[in-house]
C-alpha cells in the first residue's frame, strides 16, 4: 500500500529537462516533464521522485530509447491515451509508456510508472539486441491490453524487485507476444486483477525466482507454443473464475496450449517449477491443449483448492484441428508430492515419470480414454484413489500401492507387489499452419489475426511502429482475449 509523504514542489519550471545520466535517452513529442520531491511508499522500497513526465496522446511514448544506451531513475512515469494500432501495440510497442528498440539497452531504476489506456504497455522491450534492465520500481496499469513488463521481437527483458499491479482485461504482469525473446525477473510482486490476464503470458523464454506471482480471475500462467516459463522458488496463487473465451468450459492454474495464431512457433512448450508454492484456488491444476508440453515438478509444495479439480488434465478444447488437438504431456516429478487425478481424452497422451522419493496419490486416465506410459523410479510411490488405465508401464514391485482399486495395463488388470517393464510414447506436434476450427482470427484478448495468418506489413519499427493493422474500431480488445486462453 502507498503511503505518500507531503509532496514539495521545488523551484524548477515544469519546462526545464532535468539532467539525466545519459544525454541519448529521449522523449516522445507530447510527454510533459517536471520535478519534484516525492516520496513513493512501496512494499519493498522507499522510492524518492525527482522528476515527472507524462504522455497522454494515443499512440506516442513518454520514454523512447532506440537504439542507445539510456538510463533513468526516480521519475514519475505517467501514460494516458489509447492505441488504435491494436497489432503494432501488442507487437510492436505502439502506445507503451517506456519503449526500447533497435538494440538499445534501457537502464530504469527507482520508477513509478502508471498507464491508463487501451492497449498501454508499461515497459517495453522490442527486437533482437535490445535489452531493458528496471529494479525496484513500481508498475500500474488499469487499461485493457496493457501488460506489466512485454517483450516481443526478440528483446530481453530483465527485471528485479518490482511491484506490478494490472486491472485490466488481457493484461498480464509479466506479458510476451509475437517473436517473444528472453525475460528474467527476481524478486518482486506480480499481481492481476482482470479477466484473461494470467500473472505470467508466455510466447518467450521467462524465468523467475524469488518473486510470489497472483492472479484474481485468471490463470496464472499460460504458455503458448514452443516457449517456456521456469519458476525458482516463486510463491503461485492461481483463482481462474471468469471464462472469455467459448474454446474451453476449464477452469485451471496453468494452461499450455497452441493458439495457431501465427503468434508462438510449433513445438513442445515447457513449464518447469523447483521448490516454492502453487495454490490453486478454482479448477484444475494443469490444463494442455494442442500442442506438446514437457511439466518438471521439483520439491514444490501443491494446493488446490477446489475439491472437484483434477491435477492434470490433457484434453482437446476450441483450438486446432478436430482429432488432433488433444494435450501430450511428458510429466517429470522429481521430489515431488501430487495429490489429485489425472485426465487423459481420447486424442491426448502422458509420459509420466517418477523419481528421487516423488508420492503421486490419484487415478490416472480413470475414463480408460487416452494412452498413457507411467515409469515410476525405485523409491518413488503411487498410491490409487480411483480405478485407473495405462498403456504401459515401468516399475519396480513396491512402486505401486492399490488401495482396493484396479489398475489395467494395456487391457490387463496389474496385480500387485510385481515390477512391470514398458515403453514410453512418442509424441509429434502437430502443424500450426491452418486456422482455427472456428474459422476466427481473435489471438485471445491480443489483436485480431490478419487473413491468412499473415504479419503486419512494414519493416520493424525504427522508433514508431509501422503501418496501421485492420482495427474495428472499438478500441477495446478482441471478445477472446489470448491472455486467457481457456
Same mark, same amino acid.
Given at each position: 500500500?502507498?503511503?505518500?509523504?507531503?509532496?514539495?514542489?521545488?523551484?524548477?519550471?515544469?519546462?526545464?529537462?532535468?539532467?539525466? %545520466?545519459?544525454?541519448?535517452?529521449?522523449?516522445?513529442? @507530447?510527454? =510533459?516533464?517536471?520535478?519534484?520531491?516525492?516520496?513513493?511508499?512501496?512494499?519493498?522500497?522507499?522510492?524518492?521522485?525527482?522528476?515527472?513526465?507524462?504522455?497522454?496522446?494515443?499512440?506516442?511514448?513518454?520514454?523512447?530509447?532506440?537504439?542507445?544506451?539510456?538510463?533513468?531513475?526516480?521519475?514519475?512515469?505517467?501514460?494516458?491515451?489509447?492505441?488504435?494500432?491494436?497489432?503494432?501495440?501488442?507487437?510492436?510497442?505502439?502506445?507503451?509508456?517506456?519503449?526500447?528498440?533497435?538494440?538499445?539497452?534501457?537502464?530504469?531504476?527507482?520508477?513509478?510508472?502508471?498507464?491508463?489506456?487501451?492497449?498501454?504497455?508499461?515497459?517495453?522491450?522490442?527486437?533482437?539486441?535490445?535489452?531493458? *534492465?528496471?529494479?525496484?520500481?513500481?508498475?500500474?496499469?488499469?487499461?485493457?491490453?496493457?501488460?506489466?513488463?512485454?517483450?516481443?521481437?526478440?528483446?530481453?527483458?530483465?527485471?528485479?524487485?518490482?511491484?506490478?499491479?494490472?486491472?485490466?482485461?488481457?493484461?498480464?504482469?509479466?506479458?510476451?507476444?509475437?517473436?517473444?525473446?528472453?525475460?528474467?525477473?527476481?524478486?518482486?510482486?506480480?499481481?492481476?486483477?482482470?479477466?484473461?490476464?494470467?500473472?505470467?503470458?508466455?510466447?518467450?523464454?521467462?524465468?523467475?525466482?524469488?518473486?510470489?506471482?497472483?492472479?484474481?480471475?485468471?490463470?496464472?500462467?499460460?504458455?503458448?507454443?514452443? $516457449?517456456?516459463?521456469?519458476? *525458482?522458488?516463486?510463491?503461485?496463487?492461481?483463482?481462474?473464475?471468469?471464462?472469455?473465451?467459448?474454446? %474451453?468450459?476449464?477452469?485451471?492454474?496453468?494452461?499450455?496450449?497452441?493458439?495457431?495464431?501465427?503468434?508462438?512457433?510449433?513445438?513442445?512448450?515447457?513449464?518447469?517449477?523447483?521448490?516454492?508454492?502453487?495454490?490453486?484456488?478454482?479448477?484444475? #491444476?494443469?490444463?494442455?491443449? *494442442?500442442?506438446?508440453?514437457?511439466?518438471?515438478?521439483?520439491?514444490?509444495?501443491?494446493?488446490?483448492?477446489?475439491? $472437484?479439480?483434477?491435477?492434470?488434465?490433457?484434453?482437446?478444447?476450441?483450438?486446432?484441428?478436430?482429432?488432433? *488437438?488433444? =494435450?501430450?504431456?511428458?510429466?517429470?516429478? #522429481?521430489?515431488?508430492?501430487?495429490? @489429485?487425478? #489425472?485426465?487423459?481424452?481420447?486424442?491426448?497422451?502422458?509420459?509420466?515419470?517418477?523419481?528421487?522419493?516423488?508420492?503421486?496419490?490419484?487415478?490416472? $486416465?480413470?475414463?480408460?480414454?487416452?494412452?498413457?506410459?507411467?515409469?515410476?523410479? &525405485?523409491?518413488?510411490?503411487?498410491?490409487?484413489?480411483?480405478?485407473?488405465?495405462?498403456?504401459?508401464?515401468?516399475?519396480?514391485?513396491?512402486?505401486?500401492?492399490?488401495?482396493?482399486? &484396479?489398475?489395467?495395463?494395456?487391457?490387463?488388470?496389474?496385480?500387485?507387489?510385481?515390477?512391470?517393464?514398458?515403453?514410453? #510414447?512418442?509424441?509429434?506436434?502437430?502443424?500450426?499452419?491452418?486456422?482455427?476450427?472456428?474459422?476466427?482470427?481473435?489471438?485471445?484478448?491480443?489483436?485480431?489475426?490478419?487473413?491468412?495468418?499473415? &504479419?503486419?506489413?512494414?519493416?520493424?519499427?525504427?522508433?514508431?511502429?509501422?503501418?496501421?493493422?485492420?482495427?474495428?474500431?472499438? @478500441?477495446?480488445?478482441?471478445? &477472446?482475449?489470448?491472455?486467457?486462453?481457456?
Amino acid at each position: 500500500m502507498k503511503n505518500k509523504t507531503i509532496r514539495t514542489l521545488l523551484a524548477i519550471a515544469l519546462a526545464m529537462s532535468f539532467a539525466l %545520466s545519459s544525454a541519448a535517452c529521449a522523449r516522445q513529442a @507530447g510527454a =510533459g516533464t517536471g520535478t519534484t520531491g516525492e516520496t513513493e511508499s512501496t512494499a519493498n522500497a522507499q522510492i524518492r521522485v525527482t522528476q515527472e513526465m507524462n504522455n497522454s496522446t494515443g499512440g506516442e511514448h513518454v520514454i523512447t530509447a532506440d537504439g542507445q544506451a539510456a538510463e533513468y531513475s526516480n521519475v514519475s512515469v505517467t501514460k494516458t491515451g489509447d492505441s488504435s494500432k491494436n497489432d503494432e501495440a501488442d507487437f510492436y510497442g505502439d502506445n507503451s509508456a517506456i519503449f526500447a528498440t533497435n538494440g538499445a539497452t534501457l537502464t530504469l531504476s527507482n520508477m513509478v510508472i502508471n498507464t491508463n489506456g487501451t492497449h498501454a504497455n508499461a515497459v517495453f522491450s522490442y527486437g533482437k539486441g535490445t535489452t531493458v *534492465n528496471v529494479s525496484n520500481s513500481t508498475i500500474e496499469t488499469t487499461g485493457n491490453c496493457s501488460g506489466g513488463i512485454m517483450t516481443t521481437g526478440g528483446g530481453t527483458m530483465n527485471a528485479t524487485d518490482l511491484t506490478v499491479h494490472t486491472t485490466g482485461n488481457s493484461s498480464a504482469a509479466i506479458r510476451s507476444d509475437r517473436g517473444g525473446g528472453t525475460v528474467t525477473v527476481t524478486g518482486g510482486t506480480y499481481t492481476t486483477d482482470g479477466t484473461g490476464s494470467p500473472s505470467i503470458y508466455s510466447t518467450a523464454d521467462i524465468t523467475v525466482n524469488n518473486a510470489t506471482l497472483t492472479s484474481t480471475a485468471s490463470e496464472g500462467v499460460v504458455v503458448e507454443g514452443k $516457449n517456456s516459463v521456469t519458476l *525458482n522458488n516463486v510463491t503461485l496463487k492461481a483463482d481462474n473464475t471468469v471464462h472469455n473465451s467459448d474454446k %474451453s468450459s476449464y477452469y485451471n492454474g496453468v494452461m499450455i496450449y497452441q493458439s495457431m495464431s501465427g503468434d508462438a512457433d510449433e513445438g513442445t512448450a515447457s513449464f518447469t517449477m523447483k521448490d516454492g508454492s502453487f495454490t490453486n484456488a478454482n479448477g484444475d #491444476i494443469f490444463f494442455v491443449n *494442442n500442442t506438446v508440453a514437457t511439466i518438471k515438478l521439483e520439491n514444490v509444495s501443491i494446493s488446490n483448492k477446489d475439491i $472437484n479439480g483434477v491435477f492434470l488434465r490433457a484434453a482437446a478444447a476450441g483450438w486446432g484441428n478436430e482429432g488432433s *488437438n488433444g =494435450g501430450k504431456v511428458n510429466l517429470f516429478m #522429481i521430489n515431488q508430492k501430487v495429490y @489429485g487425478d #489425472i485426465v487423459v481424452d481420447k486424442v491426448s497422451g502422458l509420459n509420466m515419470y517418477m523419481s528421487s522419493g516423488s508420492l503421486f496419490e490419484g487415478a490416472v $486416465n480413470p475414463d480408460n480414454a487416452g494412452e498413457v506410459y507411467i515409469e515410476i523410479e &525405485k523409491g518413488s510411490t503411487w498410491t490409487l484413489t480411483g480405478d485407473s488405465y495405462v498403456t504401459s508401464l515401468t516399475c519396480d514391485a513396491d512402486s505401486i500401492k492399490l488401495n482396493g482399486y &484396479k489398475l489395467y495395463v494395456n487391457g490387463k488388470e496389474y496385480t500387485g507387489g510385481t515390477a512391470s517393464e514398458g515403453e514410453a #510414447i512418442v509424441f509429434k506436434t502437430e502443424s500450426s499452419s491452418v486456422s482455427r476450427p472456428d474459422g476466427s482470427g481473435s489471438n485471445d484478448g491480443q489483436p485480431p489475426e490478419r487473413p491468412n495468418g499473415e &504479419k503486419p506489413s512494414g519493416d520493424p519499427p525504427s522508433g514508431d511502429p509501422p503501418g496501421d493493422p485492420p482495427s474495428d474500431g472499438s @478500441g477495446q480488445p478482441p471478445a &477472446k482475449p489470448e491472455e486467457n486462453a481457456d
